[in-house]
C-alpha cells in the first residue's frame, strides 16, 4: 500500500519559519506531481503549493507566495515545503498529496494523501 508521511509540523512563533517533509514509500512516485494542501478549523481544505516530477514546474497559492517555497529532493519521491515569514493565518494542518500525472490545482485531482501534519503559529 502506498503511503505519503509527513513530518516536520510544530508551533512556531508568527515570523518564524518551518520545514515539512513529505516521504512516498515507492520510488514510482519520483515521476509524480506532489503538492501540499492545508485544512484550518472550520473552513474548507485549500491548495498550497505543488510541483511537478522533475521540479521543472512549480504552483502556489496567492496567500503563501513569496514566503513558502516548495522542491523535491534527489531521490524524487520526497517534497519539501519551506514555510518562511509564518502567520497566525497559516495555522493549519498541513497535508502532502501526489498523482501520476500533471501538477493540478484540485484536491480531488489527487489520489494519494497523507496523514496530515499540524503547524500553528502564535501571535
Known amino acids: 500500500q502506498v503511503r505519503l508521511v509527513e513530518s516536520g509540523g510544530g508551533l512556531v512563533q508568527a515570523g518564524g519559519s518551518l520545514r515539512l517533509s513529505c516521504a512516498a514509500s515507492?520510488?514510482?512516485?519520483?515521476?509524480?506531481?506532489m503538492g501540499w494542501f492545508r485544512q484550518a478549523p472550520g473552513r474548507e481544505r485549500e491548495f498550497v503549493a505543488a510541483?511537478?516530477?522533475?521540479?521543472?514546474?512549480?504552483h502556489y497559492a496567492d496567500s503563501v507566495k513569496g514566503r513558502f517555497t516548495i522542491s523535491r529532493g534527489n531521490a524524487k519521491n520526497t517534497v519539501f515545503l519551506q514555510m518562511n515569514s509564518l502567520k497566525p493565518e497559516d495555522t493549519a494542518v498541513y497535508y502532502c498529496?501526489?498523482?501520476?500525472?500533471?501538477?493540478?490545482?484540485?484536491?480531488?485531482?489527487?489520489?494519494?494523501w497523507g496523514q496530515g501534519t499540524q503547524v500553528t503559529v502564535s501571535s
Open positions: 498529496v501526489a498523482r501520476t500525472a500533471v501538477v493540478a490545482l484540485s484536491e480531488f485531482e489527487y489520489n494519494y
Open positions: 515507492e520510488r514510482t512516485f519520483s515521476s509524480s506531481a
Open positions: 510541483i511537478s516530477w522533475n521540479g521543472a514546474y512549480t
